[in-house]
Nanobody
Framework: VQLVESGGGLVQAGGSLRLSCAAS????????MGWFRQAPGKEREFVAA????????CDADSVKGRFTISRDNAKNAMFLQMNSLKPEDTAVYYC????????????????WGQGTQVTVSS
């Protein structure tokens, strides 16, 4: 089972990035998937989650209206479109998946990617 993130990088404040998460090793179409992030010196925090069908989503207050989570089950992939980026969005972003979780708690998710760095300059 493997989750691999891509799409991170350096962007100026106000810019956009699209993160991708490729899942392999099993079919994740029935799993909840999501994103967490960890900034230097801070706890890892919930960003967004999406249910297996894509019909249910949940976003952290800090990203509402700016980030959009989506998935493509045919490709075993998940995405995070990040717009209007702010310096405080700078963090390592982690893809997560779990067959039963629907939670903002990091302990609820059994599968984690290695992370991708997002840096937003002011």
């Amino acid at each position: 089972v493997q989750l691999v993130e891509s799409g991170g990088g350096l962007v100026q404040a106000g810019g956009s990035l699209r993160l991708s998460c490729a899942a392999s090793g099993r079919t994740f179409s029935s799993y909840t998937m999501g994103w967490f992030r960890q900034a230097p010196g801070k706890e890892r925090e919930f960003v967004a989650a999406i249910g297996w069908s894509g019909g249910n989503t949940c976003d952290a207050d800090s990203v509402k209206g700016r980030f959009t989570i989506s998935r493509d089950n045919a490709k075993n992939a998940m995405f995070l479109q990040m717009n209007s980026l702010k310096p405080e969005d700078t963090a390592v972003y982690y893809c997560v998946a779990d067959p039963t979780a629907w939670s903002t708690s990091r302990s609820a998710y059994n599968y984690w990617g290695q992370g991708t760095q997002v840096t937003v300059s002011s």
